[in-house]
Nanobody, 122 residues
Framework: VQLQASGGGLVQDGGSLRLSCTAS????????MGWFRQAPGKEREFVAA???????YYTDSVKGRFTISRDNAKNTVYLQMSRLKPEDTAVYYC?????????????????WGQGTKITVSS
């Protein structure tokens, strides 16, 4: 599976962005799709994921601000981000998982996109 992420950019504190990740070369609807992020000097961390049948789950720091969704007809997963904070600044990666449970572990995610950078200015 090849993943192409887009939608990053520079936004002010409190602003919004929507990330997209389009998959090709696999059965998109069969995967859990996830978003991770990596800030400078930090480990890559889980942000959100959405199971095959559309139920999403989030890390605590983004609950109520971020919404993950998917369009299986377009092979695309989205991450709508609102009320962005400077601490959300990172490179955001999408990834696929065959796991049906609510995994947040990087080890359970296989194919990774190239990342899209978000900078939130204060």
């Amino acid at each position: 599976v090849q993943l192409q992420a887009s939608g990053g950019g520079l936004v002010q504190d409190g602003g919004s962005l929507r990330l997209s990740c389009t998959a090709s070369g696999g059965t998109f609807s069969g995967y859990t799709m996830g978003w991770f992020r990596q800030a400078p000097g930090k480990e890559r961390e889980f942000v959100a994921a959405i199971r095959r049948y559309g139920s999403g789950y989030y890390t605590d720091s983004v609950k109520g601000r971020f919404t993950i969704s998917r369009d299986n007809a377009k092979n695309t997963v989205y991450l709508q981000m609102s009320r962005l904070k400077p601490e959300d600044t990172a490179v955001y990666y999408c990834a696929t998982s065959s796991a049906a449970w609510g995994t947040t572990s990087r080890a359970d995610f296989g194919s990774w996109g190239q990342g899209t950078k978000i900078t939130v200015s204060s």
